[in-house]
Each structure stands twice: as structure tokens, then as C-alpha cells.
């Protein structure tokens, strides 16, 4: 059997490790544009913390690892068009034309950053580092640059607006909707957070649409919205990614946000072909049709798309969205469905929120815990966490405990061990009404 996976980023390099592991004998093949293998997207960010020296020390595998598992990689391989009638696959190799045949198919080709919406954003002065080598042109960028302006407020963005400042550039951020982090986080939860970029110096542009982009000089830029603009040396794009798959035959179905079509077991409407990662939409927190790029995501569908090549043996359970990030010195973590969006889900809910000591000592940190969960079966539905400090593997607990549709009360029974050092009395992710400080109430 051969298997061919075009992209190898996580969605690709995940699909073809579980691959190998279940077919020792299949011939894969791994097809990637990007002249670099598997690196870290916004690597730019553990290089600005000092965590890696080099942008290509954010690797998440290696070439050797790749040809330790017979697992064949093409860099600079872009793929022009599949032939799904008579399985091959035209690539653009080195300045010729290759072709590939396949006997199994899996698309893993990622996503782009460019805003359709936003007049300009394609121009060289937008800077986006989710491949190497934006990373690398936009280190240099941001290094000569005084004024940034970041468009989205999303994790990356908040990330990068935390990192910037600590570098003493003047950060301009703009958002569409009315507080940052919105797919994350409730707004009483990310007040912490938006007071403090704004002691930081941060300007916070909230509620405002980015309409045009565009150069006044060879080192400036301004960025439109609205009845206003900024004009800073460098400008971020931080927005949402969409899927770029202008390879794709048109006989594999796709939505009308241009994901592609899948089922439960990640098998397209064409025999033989799947698709991973950023290409699809998952089953969100309320078992709605969303698109989640999430890496975490991208990983789990690669295995799934891998343990069903043959058969359908394995379904994809979906995405509770959750994530974990320190930003503005806070730890915040997030999973499930928000207080936000359950206004648009058949769940009418209640809401909880505490502040909560990690330990039993008196001067022990706290955690805030927002609780989301169904009025009548007290089923959790979603959990948020922000705390000054590390308290991000806590929200695994607490998706695990969602997927597998725990009530508060199951979890207040969850044997977790104790130690007055380490835990309260009972564990932080139980919800228990005397435990810790009540910050509001029950809201309906």
C-alpha cells in the first residue's frame, strides 16, 4: 500500500507516524512546500522568550526521526492538482513537474493567514510567521521596528502583543469584537488580563473592523478602521487562518468556508481520500460544525485519518477548543463552551465563578474557576481558569471530565490525591459551593 500525505506539518507527520506504526510494510510518502521540515508555528514566540537560540531549534521532529520510521519527505514539493479518477498526484518539484501515484490519500496541507476581508493584507510590510521563513523575515522586521500594530486578539495575538511590550515596542492592537480572546474566554474573565496590557502601555482598539492596509513610505504603514488609523513601522497580521487548498479536484466536496467535506471517520466524498487538520471542521463544544485550527486538533485527526485508511475503525470525538497560554503575567486556560456562546446553543446554563487556593497554607496562591454547565443536569459544559500562576494541566481535567459528560456532582466523588503542599482539601477542579471564595453567583 502506498500513502501518499501532502503536508508535513502536525496533521501530516502525525497521520504518517500512526501510518507506520499500523502498516509496517506501506510505502509513505510525505509531501511539503515549505523548504524547512515540521517547524513549530509561531516559533518566533519561544525565540522572543528566550526558550530556543534559533528559530530552527522550533522543531517538533527531525529529518532522522522521519527515515528511522521509512517515511519518505519531499521539501519544496507543492502540489498543483489531484486526480483523484486516476489516484495521481502533479507536484511542482525543483523547477519540474513530478507526478505521484497513490493508493491512499491524505490531504494535511494546512491553512494561510491572509485576510480576504482586509484590502492590502498581502503586501510584503504584513508580516506573518507561521512558516520558517516568515519567522525569520519578520524577526528581522520587528527588530528595526518602534510601532507595531497587531491586527486580531486571538491567543496569538495576545501572545505576541505580551512579548513585544517586554521589548519596549509601542503595540497598537486591534479587535473586532469587544474584548479579547472571545472564543476562549468570558469577558469577566479577560478583564485581569486587558487592564494590565493597558498599564503595560499596550493601546487596545476594541470593537474595531481593519478595512485597508496599506504603505505611506518604505518604512511605514497605516492600518484603516473605521473613521480612523494607526501608523506604525511594522503591522502583524493575527487573525483567524483559513484553509488553501487550490490543488483540490473538485469532485472532493467541500463547505462553503472551503474546508473540506469529511465524516466521523475523516474519509472525504472520494474513496480512498481523507483530509486533516486545518483543512476540515470538527464537532465543537456543543456538536456544532465549526472550524477549530487548533494543533492539538491537527494531531488527533491524523491519527484517526491513519487508524481508518483501511476501515472505518476509529471516529474522531471532536474539539472542546481547549487551550492554555501565559500571557501578561497570567496563566489562562480555557475549554468547552463559553457563557458567551451558550446564548446560541440549546443549553440553557449556569454559570460559576470562584476564586479557589491551589494549597491548604494560608498564604497560597488562587485560581479564579468560571464553571459552565447545563441548569437542570448540571452536566459541565465548559471551564475557564486564570491565575498568576502555572495552573494550565488543571483544564485537561476538566475537558476529559466534559467529553465524558461528568455532572458537578460526579466530580465533587473523583478520588485525586492530597497533600497540603501540593492541593486543597479537595481539588481545585471540584466544584464545591464553600470551597474557596464565591466571586459572583448563579446566573441563569
Known amino acids: 500500500m502506498k500513502v501518499v500525505i501532502i503536508g508535513a506539518s502536525f496533521a501530516g507527520v502525525a497521520a504518517a507516524l500512526e501510518t507506520r506504526k499500523r502498516h509496517p510494510k506501506a510505502k509513505i510518502v510525505l509531501l511539503e512546500k515549505q523548504t524547512t521540515l515540521a517547524y513549530i508555528p509561531n516559533g518566533l514566540h519561544l525565540y522572543w522568550r528566550n526558550e530556543i537560540a534559533d528559530l530552527n531549534e522550533a522543531r517538533f521532529i527531525t529529518e532522522e526521526q522521519l527515515e528511522e520510521s521509512r517515511i519518505d519527505y519531499y521539501l519544496e514539493a507543492n502540489v498543483k492538482k489531484i486526480n483523484t479518477s486516476q489516484k495521481i498526484i502533479t507536484y511542482h518539484y525543483f523547477g519540474k513537474y513530478e507526478m505521484i501515484a497513490y493508493d491512499k490519500l491524505i490531504i494535511a496541507a494546512g491553512s494561510k493567514q491572509l485576510s480576504e476581508k482586509i484590502k492590502g493584507s498581502a503586501q510584503e510590510s504584513v508580516l506573518k510567521y507561521k512558516r520558517y521563513e516568515e519567522a525569520e523575515a519578520a524577526l528581522l522586521k520587528v527588530k528595526a521596528s518602534e510601532r507595531i500594530t497587531i491586527i486580531g486578539g486571538g491567543q496569538v495575538g495576545i501572545e505576541a502583543a505580551d512579548l ?22 468570558d469577558e469577566d474573565m ?24 496599506d504603505a505611506v513610505s518604505d518604512h511605514e504603514v497605516n492600518v484603516h478602521f473605521a473613521d480612523d488609523s494607526v501608523t506604525s513601522e511594522s503591522v502583524i497580521m493575527s487573525v483567524n487562518v483559513r484553509p488553501h487548498l487550490p490543488f483540490l479536484d473538485t469532485h472532493i466536496a467541500q463547505h462553503t468556508d472551503q474546508t473540506i467535506a469529511v465524516d466521523r471517520y475523516l474519509r472525504t466524498s472520494i474513496k480512498d481520500v481523507f483530509a486533516v487538520g486545518d483543512c476540515i471542521q470538527l464537532s465543537g463544544p456543543d456538536n456544532d460544525q465549526v472550524y477549530i485550527p487548533l494543533i492539538n486538533n491537527a494531531v488527533r485527526t491524523g491519527i484517526v485519518a491513519a487508524a481508518n485508511l483501511n476501515e472505518p475503525e476509529l471516529e474522531f470525538k471532536g474539539s472542546l477548543r481547549t487551550i492554555g497560554t501565559n500571557v501578561f503575567g497570567y496563566y489562562v486556560a480555557s475549554t468547552g463552551m463559553t457563557e458567551g456562546e451558550s446564548l446560541f446553543s440549546n443549553h440553557k446554563v ?26 437542570e443536569t448540571h452536566v459541565l459544559l465548559g471551564a475557564q481558569m486564570i491565575s498568576t500562576v502555572n495552573i494550565l494541566e488543571k483544564i485537561n481535567t476538566l475537558a476529559l471530565a466534559i467529553e465524558t459528560r461528568q455532572t458537578i456532582e460526579d466530580l465533587q466523588q473523583k478520588d485525586y490525591f492530597f497533600h497540603p503542599s501540593y492541593t486543597q482539601m479537595i481539588a481545585t477542579t471540584n466544584l464545591v459551593s464553600w470551597m474557596g471564595e464565591r466571586v459572583d453567583g448563579d446566573e441563569g
Open 350 to 375: 449556569k454559570t460559576t465563578r470562584q476564586k479557589i487556593k491551589l494549597t491548604s497554607l494560608q498564604n497560597a496562591n488562587t485560581v479564579t474557576v468560571k464553571w459552565i454547565y447545563d441548569a
Open 190 to 213: 479577560i478583564q485581569p488580563i486587558q487592564r494590565k496590557m493597558i498599564d503595560r502601555g499596550i493601546d487596545l482598539k476594541l470593537g474595531k473592523t481593519v478595512s485597508t492596509i
Open 164 to 185: 513585544l511590550s517586554t521589548q519596549k515596542k509601542k503595540v497598537t492592537m486591534i479587535e473586532s469584537m469587544d474584548y479579547i480572546m472571545f472564543k476562549y474566554l
